[in-house]
């Protein structure tokens, strides 16, 4: 079955620090990736997107991620995170093709930007 | 665009009852997805809904159902509620095509006692 792993449950960083969460996904298919953001008492925002091309995405708020298709992985990155960026963040997965939308999510790794 | 809409926001049940949510899609979107936030689960796919009928359908027992209707507008209704069902419900709605991106609703906070 397919899963998706995110290894940081809970991370705590300084603003201007460099962030950068896991994402790992299991499944030999063709895959679209994602990364949404719950700010507290907000809903889900789409964060950035890959589907194909060029493995390194940019989103909004500053905010990357790399596709490495041999690791199935999809790391998010920011250089300097600021307090603002303190939110849930959850990698998720589809798949490229199917007649679904459906999401897989990550666990979710909740970030604490100190000020 | 008005985005994706949820109501009631937030909803008490006792064990037993039923209870249903609505879900509006964005203007224009036929896809509509549904998920159960736990912290204990994190994000779960429910079911998806396009045109009306049901495309995909997560595992959840029989107690979990849904429907959409000609306007894309969604309901899903849980029955026989039991205290493990307290959750964050969200909808999704998606544009046409096959874009997969999904637009999240604010949810619906369901308690169970």
């Known amino acids: 079955a397919q899963s998706v792993s995110q290894h940081n449950h809970h991370v705590i960083l300084s603003e201007a620090a460099s962030l950068e969460l896991g994402c790992n996904y299991s499944?030999?298919?063709?895959?679209?990736l994602f990364w949404y953001v719950q700010y507290p008492g907000q809903h889900l925002q789409l964060l950035l997107k890959?589907?194909?091309?060029?493995?390194l995405v940019k989103g909004i708020k500053g905010f990357e991620a790399e596709f490495i298709k041999s690791k199935f992985s999809f790391n998010l990155r920011k250089p300097s995170v600021q307090w603002s960026d303190t939110a849930e963040y959850f990698c998720?997965?589809?798949?490229?093709?199917?007649?679904?939308?459906?999401?897989?999510f990550g666990t979710g790794t909740l970030l604490a930007v100190q000020p | 665009k008005a985005g994706v809409t949820q109501t009631p926001r937030y909803l008490i049940k006792t064990r037993g009852q039923q209870v249903t949510l609505s879900c509006s899609p964005i203007?224009?979107?036929?896809?509509v997805s549904w998920y159960q936030q736990t912290p204990g689960q994190g994000l779960q796919f429910l079911f998806e809904?396009?045109?009306?009928?049901?495309?995909n359908k997560g595992n959840f027992p029989g107690r979990f159902s849904g429907r959409q209707f000609s306007n894309s507008r969604s309901e899903m209704n849980v029955s026989t509620l039991e205290l493990g069902d307290s959750a964050l419900y969200l909808c999704?709605?998606?544009?046409?095509?096959?874009?997969?991106?999904?637009?999240f609703g604010p949810g619906t906070r369901l308690t169970v006692t």
């Open positions: 999704a709605s998606s544009p046409p095509g096959q874009s997969y991106e999904q637009y």
């Open positions: 499944y030999g298919g063709t895959v679209n």
């Open positions: 890959y589907f194909s091309g060029d493995p």
């Open positions: 998720a997965v589809t798949l490229n093709g199917g007649a679904t939308n459906k999401l897989i």
């Open positions: 203007s224009g979107h036929r896809s």
């Open positions: 809904y396009f045109s009306e009928t049901q495309r």
